[in-house]
């Protein structure tokens, strides 16, 4: 029994402060972005669609309305977002990226590179640890 309460022993341990770790990693290249962590990857989603409702961003992302809210509210009131109701359905908010949002996506095109060196993994153990951490998320889903 004592084994299985061994912080060596549980999965959870390396993957959070794995996480954590990377993170902190970023952190140093936002700065100059004036944006968090969680801001650059709504803004990676946003990137990509240009447009989404709320529930398909947090869906993306892995967070909840309660995470999401209120920074969707600070990147709108810097002018980085759009928030507006659906005319269909008023529970429906629709999260769209303005022109300042684009803007800096060219000042953030540095950033995957620049953190990726930052983490020594041959591009087969980077592939192969992306692989089985989709494959946790998507079981936990």
């Not at 769209?96 to 590179?113: F, H, R, Y």
């Amino acid at each position: 029994m004592d084994e299985l309460l061994k912080l060596e022993n549980q999965l959870c341990f390396p993957l959070y402060a794995a996480a954590r770790k990377v993170t902190s990693l970023y952190t140093p290249l936002f700065k100059p972005l004036g944006i968090t962590y969680t801001q650059y990857i709504v803004f990676l989603a946003l990137w990509e669609e240009n447009e989404m409702t709320v529930g398909e961003l947090g869906k993306r992302l892995y967070l909840d309305n309660g995470t999401l809210t209120p920074l969707l509210k600070k990147l709108e009131e810097n002018g980085y977002v759009a928030r507006t109701r659906s005319k269909k359905d008023e529970r429906v908010v629709t999260v769209s990226v303005t022109q300042k949002g684009m803007d800096l996506k060219t000042k953030a095109s540095e950033i995957p590179l620049k953190a990726g060196s930052c983490i020594r993994l041959s591009p087969e153990e980077a592939a192969t640890l992306y692989t089985l951490l989709y494959k946790i998320l998507e079981q936990t889903d």
